[in-house]
């Protein structure tokens, strides 16, 4: 845990992985600016007192997407501080109303995982869940001057659709929030999540030169080959797509019997992981149906094999 300096002015708070997220905060001496407060309040805290500065200095905080950990502190920050909440269009209508957010992340009111979820969110990421507002609301390309650095809004979608990164213009370095090159891979867990928009948005940042990215998780943060890292962060969709079509070809037919030997997450007692675990197996058996490798019989998946059907 801790923090980093990552530039003169750029601190990255170490959350580390879900529940929590690394923070980035931007310390200048005219504003204060805390993107994705979803550490561990005391280490931002610890950060803000090295500087002599406290909780209630801070000016902005910045949300790169909807998801709890990434947005959990938000709202107590606005009202300890009075601090505006920014973040794009998309994410503020469902940090403005709650049950948007709820059925964007897919637990409508009556998904029967829904409490769970609730109650997960409640307990490691409280905050995240009460009613909050957005003051002002950021678009794919925008510009802003934090002192003398200049951030700039990057779409970067398919974790989610509403997700976002920071680019830091003048030190080149950029925010990539949760495409966050773990060696578990990329999430892409709900409904609305997207293999194809997240390989294009890892094949956007791949062509980009920065000095480093700051990912979203890692505990070391600070990634200073970034082409290198995004490469083998993407070998997870196929590797997971290879063990999707394997299973199915011998013998899964649904995607609950897909699930029963996990292919995402380690072996699976908690119902809320199960419930992420069988969006992403959707969406590889969405990509697979769309290369013509499974086809749906009967209700049943077959497993297509090229070589052997000609
Ligand atoms: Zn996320």
Redesign the pocket.
């Known amino acids: 845990m801790g923090s980093i300096g990552v530039g003169n002015e750029i601190h990255v708070v170490i959350g580390g992985a ?1 529940p929590f ?1 690394n923070t980035v905060v931007v310390i200048t001496s005219e504003e204060l600016v805390v993107i994705d407060p979803g550490c561990p309040i005391e280490e931002l805290r610890s950060l803000l007192k090295n500087h002599n500065l406290e909780l209630r200095d801070i000016d902005t905080v910045i949300l ?4 709890p ?2 947005i959990a502190h938000a709202t107590k920050l606005h009202r300890l501080s009075g601090c505006r909440i920014a973040a794009n269009e998309m994410t503020a209508s469902l940090f403005n109303d709650k049950e948007e957010m709820k059925k964007f992340l897919g637990f409508h009111k009556k998904h029967p995982i829904r409490p769970l979820w609730e109650e997960l969110v409640n307990r490691s990421m409280y905050g995240a869940l009460e009613d909050g507002r957005v003051d002002e609301e950021l678009r794919n390309g925008d510009k802003f001057a934090v002192g003398n650095l200049t951030l700039r809004v990057l779409y970067a979608p398919g ?2 659709p509403d ?1 976002m990164c920071i680019e830091f213009l003048e030190p080149n370095l950029i925010f990539a ?2 495409i966050d090159c773990t060696r578990f891979g990329p ?1 892409y867990g709900h409904e609305n999540s997207s293999i194809p928009e997240f390989r294009e948005s890892i094949r956007m940042l791949k062509k980009r030169d920065y000095k480093g990215m700051i990912s ?1 998780h890692l505990q070391e943060p600070l990634i200073v080959d970034h082409r290198n890292a995004l490469s083998e962060y993407e070998k997870h969709f196929d590797r997971r797509e290879e063990a999707v079509l394997k299973s199915i070809g011998d013998g899964a037919e649904t995607i609950e019997e897909l699930s029963i030997n996990p292919i995402v997450y380690p072996p699976l007692s908690d119902l809320v992981l199960l419930q992420f675990e069988k969006w992403m197996i959707e969406h590889h058996v969405s990509s697979l149906m769309e290369k013509g490798l499974v086809e749906v019989v009967n209700k049943k998946l077959i497993a297509m094999f090229p070589e052997s059907s000609t």
């Open positions: 879900f997220c790169t997407h909807i998801h950990d990434h974790h989610l997700h929030s949760d999430f979203g």
